[in-house]
């Protein structure tokens, strides 16, 4: 049971948080808690392989990192012990409902800009895959390009109606990109079966001369995006000024088909929680990371506070993998090894 009053779990995992703090270091902060657990339960010094293999007892550093990943995987909670007062939860949600607004607000100017990007990504897709983790989580057009990777491949599962076009264009040799191009806007596009097929408003931006390269194929469709997106802001602002429900989607069915890829659940430019974490400014992190300290500083300093343990769950977000750190060096990943 999670919360349960006098639960003596809780005290064993309050003895692992007393810990030193090391300048809010994790890696020394995970570190002392092995020592702790190891020492207490084994009679051995397991720490020391946080860089090398063990000299007199068979611990190999895998084991270290090994048992570093169910830490990294953990976070603090104060755990309630005695029933919280209305008081206490009004203040909580008060904290909480300051934080969701500040997020949303930058929620929505993330991804104002990632719709006006989206040509660019969609061209960064014809590099071949990001698979190097540090990128991924450094670069916010490297998580974005493969994100439109997955996107686009998740649709190609059938017919795609709005990105058939860019498939073909982007098969294309890049050597003879332009005579090809001509040859397939002839028949693609001129191809009675495929312009059935086709969203009309993707047909008409390709109608006419045949792109000169693919990175025009990109743009075109941008133009397109750009043109959707301020088509479904006027609809928004037009209902808002005949004080009216906001719409939900756009009359035009091939305009809300191509609205969707700017706006649906499943787009590509709608961002998971953290993936908005890491695409935030300095200034805009630090404000996050105050918000997030006042709720812990309510939770644990407010007088209408219930008794609380310093326990620990699983994190809500937990990274794919854990890697052994060289000399235990968090530069320096190594080998993948299991929790």
């Not at 995992?13 to 657990?37: A, E, H, Q, S």
């Not at 043109?227 to 000024?241: L, Q, V």
Request: with cysteine.
């Amino acid at each position: 049971p999670r919360n349960p009053e006098n639960n003596p779990h809780l005290a064993a995992m309050g003895f692992l948080t007393v810990g030193r703090r090391f300048l809010n270091n994790k890696y020394d902060i995970i570190d002392d808690r092995i020592d702790v657990v190891t020492r207490t339960t084994m009679g051995l010094t397991v720490s020391c392989a946080r860089c090398h293999d063990h000299k007199f007892d068979p611990i190999p550093t895998a084991d270290y990192y090994s048992i570093f990943g169910v830490f990294d995987a953990s976070v603090e909670k104060l755990l309630p012990i005695a029933p919280p007062s209305e008081e206490f939860e009004k203040g909580v949600r008060e904290h909480e409902e300051k934080l969701s607004k500040f997020m949303e607000e930058k929620r929505r100017e993330a991804e104002a800009k990632l719709r006006g990007d989206a040509a660019e990504f969609l061209l960064a897709t014809k590099s071949p895959p990001i698979t190097d983790e540090d990128m991924l989580r450094r670069d916010r057009k490297a998580r974005m390009t493969e994100r439109w990777r997955e996107y686009l491949a998740e649709r190609g599962k059938a017919f795609d109606p709005l990105f058939a076009p860019w498939r073909a264009f982007a098969a294309v040799a890049d050597g003879d990109f332009e005579k090809q191009s001509g040859e397939l806007t002839a028949t693609f596009f001129n191809s009675e079966a495929d312009k059935e097929k086709l969203n009309p408003l993707v047909a008409k931006a390709f109608a006419g001369d045949p792109p000169k390269s693919l990175a025009e194929v990109a743009e075109r469709y941008g133009k397109l995006f750009i043109a959707i997106d301020a088509e479904w802001k006027k609809a928004a602002e037009e209902a808002k000024a005949k004080n009216e429900p906001s719409p939900t989607a756009l009359a035009s069915a091939e305009a809300e088909q191509i609205r969707q890829v700017l706006y649906g659940s499943d787009s590509p430019l709608v961002l998971p929680g953290e993936m908005l974490d890491r695409s935030l400014e300095r200034p805009d992190r630090n404000e996050v990371r105050k918000l997030r300290q006042e709720i812990e500083k309510f939770r644990t300093t407010a007088k209408s506070a219930p008794l609380q343990a310093m326990g620990m769950e699983d994190a809500p977000r937990i990274a794919p993998k854990t890697r052994v750190l060289l000399r235990g060096s968090p530069g320096r990943p190594g080998d993948e090894v299991p929790r």
